[in-house]
Structure formats: structure tokens, C-alpha cells
């Protein structure tokens, strides 16, 4: 009888961790407020990609869809970038104390400095990036960039860029552009630049090893790694950064883009990756972000306060 009762104090008291496992907070370090739907199905060159069709019929559905996403999924607060100040104030004022914003790049002398200065100066700004330059020929340590570079130290905030070899396509887009080995004069010139890279610089694995093994101010997210590739060829790619020691560096973020759907999907991988630990879960959806992002503690119960309550 007493093996018994205890057996069921086990079992209960089991139940009673899943459970709180499955009410914490997440952090989406990478989504974007597009502004077209440019097409239902992801496409990417060569396949073999597996996106999810979009559920979105106009624009005007991404931002609502997106919330309703997050908040099914138990995400207290994402980086939302695009190069749209107008666009990106609409999701802040959509969902206040949800987003962080930046400020998306692409052809680097194409933005208004002044003016990212400016909402950077008033804070209505938090990020410099997704720098995309990669997709209009520019190598991560083309000296056009520095401006950038500059504005991130500056204002002391994270900046995020695009580095690999997933989807690229165009007449500019090149993969060399997309080694993380050259961001290391970049990394070397602005030593305090706080930077993450996105999709982990897949499939780039010992160059991004390499680099985050020397340079401890590097972080990567998995975003859509997590869901556009084939979950098997994600967890193996994951695996060897884990295995790398670097599992405090990676956050999760799902590039929603104009694929919502993409937020559970993402967790999703992350979740049934086996080679995991709870604490190394934990690490990509929240803690590594919150601290990225210096939140504070103050801040972090809040993210808990708000799961558990709602």
C-alpha cells in the first residue's frame, strides 16, 4: 500500500512539473511585419524547403494572426523588424509591452539614418537590423555596413543580421556572402557589438562553431530552420551546436515572415528535439534572450506572471 501511495505521489508530483513546464514564458527573438503577401507557399531554391502554406489572404491579416499566435504559444515578447517605421509603431501600438522593434535592411545606403537615429535616440527603436544586405550582394564585412555597426554601438542595442545559405535567390545573393567567418573583422573592429545571426548561419555549422567558440558577444537564432528545412536535417544541425558547448547562445525565433503558423511550428522542433534537456529548452525559448536583451528581473517575472495567469 505504501508503494503504491507513493507511486502516485510520483506521478502527481510529475504531472504537476509538465504542467509548469508547459505554462513559461517564450521569447520570439526574430519576426517581421511584412507588407505584401508576395506568395501562399514558401518557395526556396533548391528544395528540398517544406514552409507551410500561409492561412493569410491579405496583409491586413498578419499582424492580428501573428498576436493570436504568440499568445496561443505562451510568447511574452518578440522582435518584430522591417523596414517600415510607420509599419512597425502599428504592431507596437496593436499590442503594447508585446514587441521589441528594428529596423530591417537591405541595400545599406538606401535607409534614412537620421531618422532610425532619431526613434533609436527615443527608444521607439530597440534593434538595428535584420541587416538582409546579404540578399543585394553585400558580404557582412563590406565597409558600406559600418554605419550601421556604428548606429548599434551607439545606441547600445543588439544588432541582427543575415547570414547562410536558406532560400537565397536573385542575381545578387551570393552563398560566400553568407559565411560567418566574415564577420570576424567586423567583431574584431566593434569588440563590444552586441550581435545575433539568424537561422544559425545554416547550414554553415563549423564556420558558426568557429566563430561563436572565439567571440563570446555572438548569439544565433534558429528561426526558420526550425520549420523550412526537414525536422530531421534541424534537430542534426542543432545537435552539433549543443555538442559545441553553445547552448547558452541560441535563441529561438521563428521568422514568421507571412507564415504565422510558423511561431507553434517552430516551438514545436524545438520541444521534440530528444538530445535536449528541459534546462537546455528552456534556454533557447527564454532565458538566453532575456538575458541577450538584458531584461530585467522585474521584467522576467512579468513574462511568468502573465503565462501562469492567463
Same mark, same amino acid.
Given at each position: 500500500?505504501?508503494?503504491?501511495?507513493?507511486?502516485?505521489?510520483?506521478?502527481?508530483?510529475?504531472? *504537476?512539473?509538465?504542467?509548469?513546464?508547459?505554462?513559461?514564458?517564450?521569447?520570439?527573438?526574430?519576426?517581421?511585419?511584412?507588407? #505584401?503577401? @508576395?506568395?501562399?507557399?514558401?518557395?526556396?531554391?533548391?528544395?528540398?524547403?517544406?514552409?507551410?502554406?500561409?492561412?493569410?489572404?491579405? +496583409? *491586413?491579416?498578419?499582424?492580428?494572426?501573428?498576436?493570436?499566435?504568440?499568445?496561443?504559444?505562451?510568447?511574452?515578447?518578440?522582435?518584430?523588424?522591417?523596414?517600415?517605421?510607420?509599419?512597425?509603431?502599428? @504592431?507596437?501600438?496593436?499590442?503594447?509591452?508585446?514587441?521589441?522593434?528594428?529596423?530591417?535592411?537591405?541595400?545599406?545606403?538606401?535607409?534614412?539614418? *537620421? /531618422?532610425?537615429?532619431?526613434?533609436?535616440?527615443?527608444?521607439?527603436?530597440?534593434?538595428? !537590423?535584420?541587416?538582409?544586405?546579404?540578399? %543585394? !550582394?553585400?558580404?557582412?564585412?563590406?565597409?558600406?555596413?559600418?554605419? =550601421?555597426?556604428?548606429?548599434?554601438?551607439?545606441?547600445?542595442?543588439?544588432?541582427?543580421?543575415?547570414? !547562410?545559405?536558406?532560400?537565397?535567390?536573385?542575381?545578387?545573393?551570393?552563398?560566400?556572402?553568407?559565411?560567418?567567418?566574415?564577420? /570576424?573583422?567586423?567583431?574584431?573592429?566593434?569588440?563590444?557589438?552586441?550581435?545575433? +545571426? %539568424?537561422?544559425?548561419?545554416?547550414?554553415? *555549422?563549423?564556420? +558558426?562553431?568557429?566563430?561563436?567558440?572565439? =567571440?563570446?558577444?555572438?548569439?544565433?537564432?534558429?528561426?526558420?530552420?526550425? @520549420?523550412?528545412?526537414?525536422?530531421?536535417?534541424?534537430?542534426?544541425?542543432?545537435?552539433?551546436?549543443? +555538442? #559545441?558547448?553553445?547552448?547558452?547562445?541560441?535563441?529561438?525565433?521563428?521568422?514568421?515572415?507571412? @507564415?504565422?503558423?510558423?511561431?507553434?511550428?517552430?516551438?514545436?522542433?524545438?520541444?521534440? #528535439?530528444?538530445?535536449?534537456?528541459?534546462?537546455?529548452?528552456?534556454?533557447?525559448?527564454?532565458?538566453?534572450?532575456?538575458?541577450?536583451?538584458?531584461?530585467?528581473?522585474?521584467?522576467?517575472?512579468?513574462?511568468?506572471?502573465?503565462?501562469?495567469?492567463?
Amino acid at each position: 500500500m505504501k508503494r503504491l501511495l507513493y507511486t502516485v505521489f510520483l506521478v502527481a508530483v510529475w504531472t *504537476s512539473v509538465i504542467a509548469q513546464q508547459a505554462e513559461l514564458p517564450i521569447i520570439d527573438i526574430h519576426l517581421h511585419a511584412q507588407d #505584401a503577401v @508576395w506568395s501562399k507557399t514558401m518557395v526556396c531554391s533548391p528544395q528540398p524547403c517544406t514552409g507551410p502554406k500561409t492561412k493569410i489572404t491579405k +496583409i *491586413s491579416e498578419l499582424l492580428p494572426m501573428t498576436v493570436s499566435e504568440m499568445r496561443k504559444n505562451n510568447v511574452v515578447l518578440g522582435v518584430v523588424t522591417w523596414d517600415n517605421l510607420k509599419k512597425l509603431k502599428k @504592431w507596437n501600438e496593436y499590442a503594447p509591452d508585446l514587441f521589441l522593434t528594428g529596423i530591417a535592411v537591405w541595400d545599406p545606403n538606401s535607409s534614412n539614418l *537620421s /531618422e532610425i537615429k532619431k526613434e533609436l535616440g527615443e527608444s521607439t527603436l530597440n534593434v538595428v !537590423g535584420e541587416i538582409a544586405a546579404q540578399y %543585394e !550582394g553585400y558580404a557582412p564585412d563590406d565597409p558600406e555596413l559600418d554605419k =550601421y555597426y556604428n548606429l548599434a554601438i551607439e545606441y547600445d542595442v543588439p544588432l541582427l543580421i543575415h547570414c !547562410g545559405a536558406l532560400a537565397g535567390r536573385g542575381e545578387s545573393y551570393n552563398v560566400t556572402d553568407g559565411n560567418p567567418l566574415l564577420l /570576424e573583422p567586423v567583431i574584431k573592429k566593434y569588440p563590444n557589438l552586441r550581435i545575433w +545571426i %539568424e537561422n544559425a548561419s545554416y547550414p554553415f *555549422s563549423q564556420e +558558426i562553431i568557429a566563430l561563436m567558440s572565439r =567571440y563570446s558577444n555572438v548569439y544565433v537564432d534558429v528561426s526558420t530552420i526550425t @520549420w523550412l528545412i526537414p525536422r530531421e536535417e534541424f534537430h542534426s544541425y542543432l545537435e552539433k551546436l549543443i +555538442i #559545441a558547448g553553445l547552448g547558452k547562445r541560441i535563441m529561438f525565433g521563428s521568422d514568421q515572415m507571412i @507564415w504565422p503558423e510558423a511561431i507553434g511550428l517552430g516551438i514545436e522542433a524545438i520541444n521534440t #528535439a530528444e538530445f535536449l534537456s528541459e534546462d537546455q529548452k528552456r534556454d533557447i525559448l527564454y532565458n538566453n534572450a532575456a538575458r541577450f536583451l538584458r531584461l530585467s528581473e522585474e521584467q522576467i517575472a512579468t513574462h511568468h506572471d502573465i503565462v501562469m495567469n492567463k
